[in-house]
């Protein structure tokens, strides 16, 4: 279990950033839902949410079938007059990709995309975090999510 860390991180990366290619889109596990699973050794992962540019969703780990580690998020275009649904998954992907080949997925992230500035703040660690990422336009906030999480017993 000391390698669960560093199994999010490749997980993420495997999963909807896409910036690694082994993730595999399942069918829903909810009605309108987008699945995408991701598995190595005794870890398995799955990414499942509802909504394009609002949404919501849950991740979670499992070792050795288990349920350990689990991550549920909430995302939302606060202002639809300086950012749409396609231009905000192009600076996540950009952002995301950046951040998981550094080899984290917490602790305090910016990231230049174009005109856009991503930021990612959070407090904990892998084990027990909340956290906000923010795409802002000129210091304007354009998009925000929320999220929480940690390991499960």
Not at 3 to 8: A, G, M, N, P, Q
Not at 13 to 20: A, I, M, T, Y
Not at 77 to 87: E, P
Not at 131 to 148: D, H, K, M, P
Request: net charge negative; with cysteine.
């Amino acid at each position: 279990m000391e390698d669960l860390e560093s199994f999010i991180v490749k997980a993420k990366k495997n999963g909807w950033v896409g910036s690694e290619p082994g993730g595999q889109k399942i069918p829903p596990s909810r009605p309108g839902s987008l699945d995408i699973t991701f598995a190595e050794g005794d870890f398995f992962y799955q990414d499942s949410f509802v909504g394009i540019s609002d949404f919501c969703g849950q991740e979670q780990v499992c070792y050795k079938g288990k349920p350990v580690w689990s991550q549920a998020y909430y995302g939302w275009i606060v202002r639809t007059d300086l950012i749409d649904g396609h231009r905000t998954v192009e600076v996540l992907r950009a952002a995301l990709s950046a951040m998981y080949c550094a080899g984290k997925f917490l602790g305090s992230f910016e990231f230049s995309h174009g005109e856009f500035l991503y930021q990612d703040k959070n407090e904990g660690t892998f084990s027990n975090f909340t956290g906000i990422e923010e795409i802002r336009f000129n210091s304007e906030v354009a998009y925000r999510l929320r999220y929480f999480g940690g390991t499960v017993k």
